[in-house]
């Protein structure tokens, strides 16, 4: 077992046919293989892309957040930006530092579930990945919501959030490629 991943390829793709999974995989552009009863996928998308109608430069990419070292990275966001929960956020920071430090050299980045690299498999520095958490965090905008409130964005545009949340909520997904 993996704590560190949400959910298993069973759950993700609601399925236990390997080759429904694997049809899948390559319709996405995922190259697939397994090993034992372990789902190793790897894609190739690039760190940024032009919008295509404002022309505009975008970082398009979850290298930050699928990267070993963006779970604790995130608690440490949390810690720097947020001033709440500040003992509960240096703890989850602690544990899934030493967590993933563990893991990975247990494991290797072969089984890792959260490796990412550049192209051509060597690692990218965490610095730079920083670097887009922290570019990120900066520009981001909080504000409480209210009851009826509704968000439409523009993923080419808008990162959306990843914060914790609690309490009744509707999330209705349209998603369209133009």
């Given at each position: ?8 390829w069973?759950?993700v793709f ?19 293989r397994?090993t034992?009863n ?5 894609n190739?998308?690039?760190a ?6 404002t022309r505009?430069?975008?970082w ?6 699928f990267?070993?070292s ?5 608690y ?5 930006y947020?001033g ?5 956020n240096?703890?989850m920071?602690v544990?899934?530092?030493i ?5 990975f050299?247990?494991?290797?980045r ?14 990218i520095?965490?610095?730079e990945?920083?670097t887009?958490?922290?570019t990120?965090?900066k520009?981001?905008?909080i ?10 964005i523009?993923?080419l545009?808008?990162s ?10 509707s999330?209705?997904v349209c998603?369209?490629k133009?």
């Amino acid at each position: 077992m993996d704590p560190s991943r949400h959910k298993s390829w069973k759950d993700v793709f609601n399925t236990t046919d390997k080759d429904e999974i694997e049809r899948r995989c390559k319709s996405e552009e995922y190259t697939c293989r397994w090993t034992d009863n372990f789902l190793h996928l790897e894609n190739e998308r690039p760190a940024v892309i032009t919008h295509p109608i404002t022309r505009r430069k975008a970082w398009f990419n979850q290298a930050h957040n699928f990267h070993t070292s963006g779970q604790y990275a995130e608690y440490w966001q949390f810690l720097k930006y947020l001033g709440r929960d500040r003992l509960r956020n240096l703890f989850m920071l602690v544990f899934a530092f030493i967590f993933s430090t563990i893991k990975f050299f247990m494991l290797g980045r072969e089984k890792d579930s959260n490796y990412c690299s550049f192209r051509d498999g060597t690692s990218i520095p965490l610095n730079e990945l920083q670097t887009v958490r922290n570019t990120i965090w900066k520009n981001m905008k909080i504000f409480p919501w209210q009851r009826g409130d509704i968000i439409l964005i523009d993923n080419l545009s808008v990162s959306h959030g990843r914060l914790p949340f609690s309490g009744p909520r509707s999330i209705v997904v349209c998603m369209s490629k133009d």
